[in-house]
């Protein structure tokens, strides 16, 4: 087991990786001071609670742990304020007090679900991240969580950092291979924020990240969640250099928005995203060879780094006039200079994101 | 105007209070540095909406603001997640940014609601207090926003600051008496829980207060802030002295429950509380003093000091179990050792706190 330390003050935390860790949850949480009196709540969703969630609680059970478990059906549509008024009423008919804490067992959907839960139920109790997602290696650090509103995505949400993060790659194997690329897009995306060698790292160990090959995603995991904690501890609120962190997510979410959530997973819609941004980087002066790695590493991790071509570029940029990353009317927009390094403008042109959007239309592929 | 300065570190802010101050809104926040690019959202009540919200509204947009208002049903059937999820449409059809600020002109259902919704925003944007009731002093300070759950009061919520708090008393003058009285009764608790000399001048100002004598106002209400500024500064989560403003509450909240919210107002249930408390105290080995003195000060500002006789102690204890000042199982009351003083307790036996209720029942007054 690795541990690596997101130094954020007195929220600081610590995520353990390595295999084998989902049967030791019970005794994580007692070390970190969560008393046994004080019942714990486990949100998961039902593609994980069949294969992962009877090993977690039991490990609480043996811990001597009162457990509640909750399980939401897979996918966005649970990030509602719906399913958070259900959850909120089993966290209260369970008896959660100031003491509990509360567990989320899957992927960015769920730790964002169960981490906006635990930000506000009594104005806020403890929280643990247990990912069984490459994609929410990203999610888990940062303390970002947030449920969505029919009109806007992650509108509605809080910082509330972990107690601690439990990240067990064994967990992995059971991801479908999409959702696997889609993970190493956020992967490879710290990589191409900050770190040139990093990114190229993930290119050369494509092939051994897609099969699953345990050293490497244990490495890969560590090295992602070691830029971003990085990145975050810097500007935990996000009024700076965090934003870089939403590099190809201006482009992405309008995308996701554009297509149905789920139709494109936010890995891919991201990759894309990112593709976009490199373009954008072109035209504003980058050497053309960034656009072209940019691509071929994408690709590498077999992720899409192009749009459908009967996709309108109207609505992409009607949907992006909705998106959050909008400051006092002027956006912002992250856009990479070289391999591994990334500014954040606020005065990119309407025009030039169209030129953008219309070259990642496909050509011919799906024609 | 007075000016009291909540010191929490980087989240610190001030308290204007005078006359006339709803007029200068907008150039208060200008002065506080929020940009007149974003929309600003008033959230009020139908009660206040017609006194008030046109003189606010015309102070932002002269002072060059985009106003979004949102006029809520009084009372605090407001507190909803319904209510809540409406707010957020409102703001993301506003427009409202991360540099927005959410006013919220009302009492303490108004300052909880758009609180909370102010946390939330996109993880959290800017807050103004603009309290219009007495009571509201006190929930105007030490930024615990929340809503309620069909099954538990406030249990939705978060620590959120405001960036000021603009109190301007001669909003007060609409109030009706009985809401006066419950107003009084948090300002007393103050002195009760801390200070016994203002316990004695708000005694001895008992009439100037309850005619609304704008001088006594001005004193009593910034003396009723300091020392609740003084705590929370002290223990900004509660986690130790904060769980001391709790005095009366225990008691209170239960007794709002049962009857039904909105029968009692909340000061008069805590006003009953904090009788109750001190019966506690007695029993604990306090002057017998304690409660008698107790119980005339909260009667010389019209308060109840006694529960319907038909109000069933069983029902109310049961709702004490839902409370959730519970911490790993036990009870937590603040208990009063003499006026000025209290401790928390977290060893009451069950038959004292039955004692203590069946003593509260009205002997004949209902009968």
């Known amino acids: 087991m690795k541990t690596l330390n997101v130094d954020l003050g007195e929220r600081s935390y610590p995520i353990y990786i390595g295999s084998g860790l989902l049967a030791k949850t019970g005794s994580h949480l007692a070390q970190h001071g969560v008393s046994s009196k004080s019942p714990i709540m486990v949100i998961t969703d039902d593609q994980i609670a069949p294969y992962y969630l009877q090993i977690v609680k039991d490990s609480l059970e043996q811990a001597g742990y009162k457990v509640v478990s909750a399980v939401v059906q897979s996918g966005e549509t649970s990030k509602s304020l719906t399913v958070y008024t259900e959850m909120m009423t089993l966290a209260i ?68 950092q972990p107690e601690f993060v439990l990240y067990d790659v064994d967990t992995l194997k059971t991801l479908p291979p999409r959702e696997v690329s889609a993970g190493l897009a956020e992967m490879l995306k710290h990589g191409l924020i900050q770190d040139e060698e990093f990114a190229y790292w993930c290119e050369e160990h494509a092939n051994k990240l897609l099969s699953l090959d345990k050293d490497s995603l244990v490495y890969g995991l560590l090295r992602g969640c070691s830029i971003k904690a990085d990145i975050v501890s810097q500007d935990e609120r996000e009024n700076g250099i965090r934003a870089t962190l939403n590099l190809g997510h201006t482009i992405g979410h309008a995308i996701e928005a554009i297509a149905g959530y789920g139709k494109f997973l936010h890995g891919e819609a991201i990759s894309i995203g990112m593709v976009g941004a490199a373009q954008l980087g072109v035209l504003r002066g980058a050497d053309p060879v960034l656009y072209t790695t940019t691509r071929r590493m994408l690709e590498s991790l077999n992720l899409p780094t192009s749009l459908p071509a009967d996709m309108s570029t109207d609505d992409i940029l009607a949907a992006m006039m909705h998106d959050k990353k909008f400051r006092e009317g002027l956006m912002v927009f992250i856009i990479p200079t070289k391999i591994g390094e990334v500014v954040v403008a606020n005065d990119v042109r309407v025009q030039d994101v169209r030129d953008v959007i219309d070259g990642l239309k496909e050509r011919g592929v799906n024609a």
Request: glycine share 16%; proline share 3%.
């Open 93 to 160: 008919e369970g008896g959660l007090d100031r003491s509990s804490a509360i567990l989320a067992l899957g992927g960015g959907v769920v730790g964002d679900l169960a981490g906006f839960v635990a930000a506000t139920y009594m104005r806020g109790i403890r929280f643990v991240q247990i990912p069984t997602t490459i994609l929410a290696h990203d999610s888990s650090v940062g303390g970002k969580v947030a449920v969505n509103h029919p009109l806007a995505k992650n509108i509605i949400g809080a910082f509330h």
